[in-house]
Structure formats: C-alpha cells, structure tokens
C-alpha cells in the first residue's frame, strides 16, 4: 500500500513539471547585442524621430537613451507602483513630427478609492522634461489589487487604442460594459470619445469600450500586413490567447477559456460558444505573453510577415511562423536570456527587445561573431 502512495505521488509530481514544460523547440541560429544595458523592467519603449529610444521603467522612471547615454526624463507620471502597476506602455502620435505627442499607460491612484488602477496620458518632451501633460482616461474604480493592469497603446486611422485588465476580478468586470477592466478602448487623440464607438448609445456603459471579455492584454500591434489591431492576453494556467480585434465583440473571458484555475481546479467547462470570438491561437502551457512584434522589414530573411511575441515565464522570444492567418509554429529565440517584457520593430528595420534586468537588445540572426 505504501508503495502504490509513493508510486502515485512519483506520477502526479511528474506529470505537474511535464505539463509545466514549454514545448517550442529552441532555435539557436540567433544572436544579440546589447545596446541600453542595466534596466530593471524595460515595461515600454519606443524610437524618436533621430532614432534615439524613450524608455519607460515600470518603477516609475523614463530614460531617454541618446548617443550611448542614459538620461533621465523628467516630470513622468505619478504612478501607483503595486504588484503589476507601474509606470507602463509608451507609443508616440503618428503624426508626431508636427504635433510632439507622446503617451503613455501607467497605474494612478488618482480617484477616491485606496489602490489604483490603469491611467491614459499624454504629453510633450522638452529638454528632456514633460509639459503639457494631459490625463486622457482614468479607469475606475481603484482596487488594492495588484494584477492585470494591461496595458499596451496603438494608434490605427487616427485614432487612439489601448487596453485594461480586468484588475484581478473576472467575475464582475470582463462581461460588464459599465465597468472598466478585461476591456480594449478607443477614443479620439485628444481622449474624446468617437461618435461611432459601439456603446455610445447603450445606457450607463463606458463608452470608450471597443471590445471585451479579456483578461489581462499586455500585447497589441497593428498587423502591417492586414491592418488588423492584433492582442494576446494572459489566460489564466494555460489558455494565453493572441485575438484578432472587432468592434463590439465579445472575448469570452471568463465564460470560455482554455485554461484552468492556478489550483488546477475548473474555471469553465467551455472552450467555445455562440457570440463569443475564438482566439487565433492559445497557449498551454501558459508562456505569459508581454510585447509583441510584426517583421515587416528584410533583416531577417524568411522571418519577415511572422510575428514575434515575449515569454515572461520561459525567457524567450518567441518566433510564431503565420501561413493563412494562422500560428502554423514557434521556434524560441533568445533562449534563456530573461524575462521578455517588451518587443519593438526600429526605424532600421532591426527588432529590438526588452529584457528584465538586462537592457535592450537588438536580435541578430545568425551566430554572434564575437
């Protein structure tokens, strides 16, 4: 008896680690060069107009890295640095040249709730140091939560887009066009709500809402290719989704999901139903999705239309090969390197990735030569 307890006891023990187990082979025809090392969290970044990089540090720090130096911008947001909040996304204005526009997504705790929640600003940068700073959109209410913040920003024909987790409470905020949370927005650049929004006309709803039913999207991209607005999203243990974006559409989270409590225990036992979008593709194991990237440029051969998007959970950068509108493979990149919080396609066409406690790099393919 006490030997069938130990041989049990062996298989579930062994059976937790294979399930936990990536299983993307690893490619290691790739290298990098570090160009903006010691950063912490590198949450955001994006180019400037003369190539230098503004760079948001989740702790609450913007550093502007110009000519091989790191210079520390001031005036950023005030931010609610707590458990996944912080100092968040960066994307500039599409017309930037003329107008200076930049914004950003942070946690605040602007409002009257302890806590704090996922926040819209823009402003300008001059010498180094924000002015004009103008708060866009202020989700509520504040929660002491610590999770699922989101939060990434595009623009797409001229209008602002970003996302908002569902703060750590799927039960009430996802499924609920009257809260803020599990939700994608959109409004005008200057965070006037379009005309045109699906629920300008739907009693007590937020009427920046575009999509909904999400858990928590730390990636977003305008597919260059398309010109579709592509997420993915952290599903709960197994169940990470990358979704193509629709008006008024429905995500499905927390009524359908392809993963299972952290516990292991259910959440649902539907993967799919009517109403609800499927996602593109899912993940499990879970790889926790941060940062994504389109190649759009010819640096790397027949890499180029596939999409790239960071593993915080097996340090990688993750390579997903698309035939037909569909994740046909992945291959990991970077293997081993660290946490991969951030991915961005330069003016240079070179991609470049944020690294938890390591900087920003710029990925190679081929073998380093030094």
């Known amino acids: 008896m006490k030997t069938n307890k130990i041989y049990i006891i062996a298989v579930l023990i062994i059976s937790v680690f294979a399930c936990a187990q990536d299983k993307n082979p690893v490619n290691t025809n790739n290298s990098y060069q570090l160009i903006v090392k010691d950063l912490i969290n590198p949450w955001g970044f994006t180019f400037l107009p003369d190539g230098s990089m503004l760079i948001n540090e989740k702790e609450g720090r913007i550093i502007h890295f110009k000519n091989d130096k790191k210079i520390e911008v001031s005036g950023a947001p005030e931010i609610h640095l707590w458990g996944q909040g912080g100092l968040l996304d960066i994307e500039l204005h599409p017309n930037y040249n003329t107008n200076g526009w930049i914004y950003f997504s942070y946690a605040s705790s602007n409002g009257k709730e302890k806590g704090g929640n996922t926040a819209i600003m823009r402003a300008k940068l001059k010498n180094n140091s924000l002015i004009d700073k103008q708060v866009l959109y202020k989700a509520t209410p504040n929660t002491t939560k610590g999770q699922h913040f989101g939060s990434r920003i595009v623009f797409k024909d001229g209008y602002l887009y970003f996302t908002i987790g569902d703060r750590g409470n799927r039960d009430d905020n996802p499924q609920d066009i009257t809260r803020d949370g599990g939700k994608v927005y959109r409004l005008h650049d200057d965070g006037r709500v ?37 997420t993915h999203e952290h599903g709960p243990k197994g169940g990470d989704e990358i979704n193509i974006i629709k008006k008024a559409a429905n995500y499905g ?106 900087g920003i790099v710029k990925l190679i393919r081929g073998k380093s030569k030094n």
């Open 253 to 358: 989270w927390p009524i359908i999901t392809y993963g299972v409590n952290y516990s292991g225990t259910s959440i649902t036992d539907q993967t799919e139903k009517a109403g609800l979008e499927q996602p593109l593709h899912y993940w499990d194991p879970s790889i926790a999705p941060s940062g994504m990237a389109f190649i759009s440029s010819d640096k790397y051969g027949d890499w180029k239309d596939h999409l790239l998007v960071g593993s915080l959970k097996f340090q990688y950068l993750d390579l997903c090969t698309l035939k037909d509108g569909k994740v046909i493979k992945e291959q990991r990149l970077l293997d081993g390197l660290g946490r991969v919080r951030s991915v961005e396609q330069g003016p240079d066409g070179y991609i470049y990735v944020g690294i938890e406690n390591l």
């Open 194 to 230: 379009p005309k045109d929004n699906p629920f300008v006309n739907t009693k007590n709803a937020k009427t920046a809402i575009w999509s909904y039913g999400h858990r928590n999207p730390q990636g977003m991209k305008i597919n260059p290719f398309t010109d579709d607005i592509w």
